[in-house]
């Protein structure tokens, strides 16, 4: 694909909400308009209406967008998913409806067709544009023309109103009305969904994360329910490990908070779901605010008549009917067979498990075990819950979609509820053995003899790594409709959100490689908290479910020692912040090698927990196996530099998941056992804990770290494309009710309800400290990518007032300079 085609379809994703006659799309040089044939404009007034628009745009290129060959004929689609819905990917009508439209699209035969139906039906009165959104971004991942030379735009710049709160958008709206060079900041620091006399709120950080909640829709883009996955893409069982992954990590960050582990949701006796959840997300497609829901809010049969959205089916769903779907998966586990619907009976695996729970193309006799699956069902009631009966016309609350689900506290029980079902599956096979059984543990010849990690950090301490938050900037104008004027075109408008991040580090594990001849070895490292919330060591039959993975990768191991260096920045789970922020026109810049799900992957910035101020003690697990016996027939290696790939997570599209073991191996089994102390020559026990489990494996090798967070760390902004010169804070939070105030003759000041300049009044979390000027009241600076200035500040301390910031200048070659963080350096 050709830059100029590239860069045409990247800019379809611009404001999607608003017809493309209506402005110009791109930036500065690049803007172009593009031109729908008339005939192909689907209805009378929109034809006049881009009669009237067109023209008075200087400078600006016109692409000539094709007539379609036929005409899309989208009556179905509108019926499925109206225009003015409130999309929700787990409507299965909404999931139909985008299923047909990927159709159309990837029924294009060339690139100019292509183009012209995304065109077509974008502005398409018929459309609803988020369901667009998700069909032409899966269609570009899967269209033979497009399949690997394309990255998608950072979903949270397309569709910011997913991302963040109504306020937050109304002050991005606000600014859309200014001249560029008046334009203030918008900041957000995620912490206020709700008070922190509520303890779930300690998580806020967590759920509203930008990078989670982009990964949770791109995996599931990638792993659609409705396409039927080529075999050995363990599309079900990625679904388990997928999912128990996210589980566990928020389970460490929970523990890292001083909360306990996720209970499980129950949908027996009676269910009520505890939290409660005010997400504050407006959705400006259909105009409708998502659904809340208070706490102790009981989970109760739907009763839905007349509720346009959802299909019948769900209009009079009951709890019963869920249970009775759940036990018949019970049962296909207790007897370890599948009742196929056709007098046969077929072996349970957790591919088929993963199919069965989730529903999907793929699934076995989805009558006998529910049309759309127990977890699907479970997030179509717990989006509801708050209004069963569709009394007051409420829409579905974020359980309701993939791009918000993982904001409420509730995802985390629902998911561990699911969860707790693959791991009851889990038990009833045969543990692992160090020899012999399935898939034995023990490597003969290879010995893991030590393992440290060192952060980057100059100075830092072996085995002890860093956590902090900081701040960073995303373009919101892509994202806000009808903004747009001949008066007023250009220019970005920013906004600054908070996040955890930590300092990048590097593993050095020591192997001895007994055998003559050179070996290669699948590395697989893992973490877990090693206590309880009661200040126990985990058993090993608890803690192995809360392992999860940090990197997997391959290494050549020659005769003799050996030393295995790795830093944590090229993880095979996570992909860098540049992948999941990149914008719009950075994408351009980039070969047309594979890209294309370059963007699916736990972000870089939340690989690992929070940790504690004084040091949490976790159990890091470095694991060697045969990588000749994991090698996967049709799994090539990954080849393009520009793209991180996160294997692990969502494997390599249109290829077999390039992992012969089971997803989640060791630790998605039960230990082995061994003789119990107490009664020697009596039943053996399991392993009970990871230092029994690792003595009988010579090529695991298991080390304590502690991880620290540092809360007084000042609070800096990424070096990345952000704004290249001061900017007014204007406040996107609505709980601090805050003004930006303009005294005469001494610029901004900033009059919120706690000066910005102060630290603010929050139980938890961090500050967000003055980072303006002396004199200048409230204004915020960020280096540009290319300013002389670099990220790692000699810092004010938090809450002082009026300091300036420093910037220590930014080295020539950032691999020249020992100690540096590598986030926000490309190339
Ligand atoms: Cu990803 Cu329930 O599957 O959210």
Redesign the pocket.
Known sequence: MDTERRRNFLYLFERVGEPLYFSPRGRGATQVMFSVPQDAIPCNELRDASRVNQGGFSGVQMVAVQAPTTMPNLNRVAQMCPRTALYNYFNPLHRSATKELLDMFRNQGTLDQFLSMACVCRDSPMVNCKLWINAFSAALLTHPQTVNSFQLPALCEVMPDNFFSAFALRQAFRQTGLPAADRGIITVDNFRTGRNTNPENRLAYFREDMGINTH?WH??LVYRLDDAQQPGRRKGEL?YYM?HAMIARYDSERLSNGLTRVRAMSIDDNPVVKEGYFGKLYDTNSGQNWGTRQNDTPLRNLNRTGDPNLPPSFHQLTLNQLRIWRDRVMEAIDTGLVNMGTGTRTPLNIDILGDML?ASALSPNPQFYGPDGV?NVG?VFISHSHDPEYKHLENSGPMGD?TT?MRDPI?YR??KY?DVIFDYYKQTLQPYQDRGGEFPLAWQGVDVTSVQVQSTTFGSQPNILQTFFMDSNVDLSRGLDFTRTNMNQLGPIWLRFRHLNHDPFNYTIQVRNSSNAQVRATVRIYLAPRNTEHGEQFEMTHQRKMFFELDKFQENLNPGDNTIRRISTLSGVTVPWEQTFRDLERNMELPTAAQSICGCGWPQHMLIPRGTPTGMIFDLVVFLTNATEDAVPGATPPQNPNCRESLSFCGRLNQPYPDAKPMGYPFDRNPFTVPDPANPTGPQVPARNLEEYVNRIPNMTAIQIRIVHDANRPVVVRPDNGPTKPMREISGDASLNASTMCAPGQGMVSNTATPATQPRPMEMGPQRPSSGRPGTGNIATSPSRDSPTWARPQHPSRGQPNVPTQWLPRPSSPRSRPGSPTWGWRG
């Open positions: 949770h995996w599931h679904f999912h989730e977890h997030h993939t689900a995802f629902w998911h699911i």
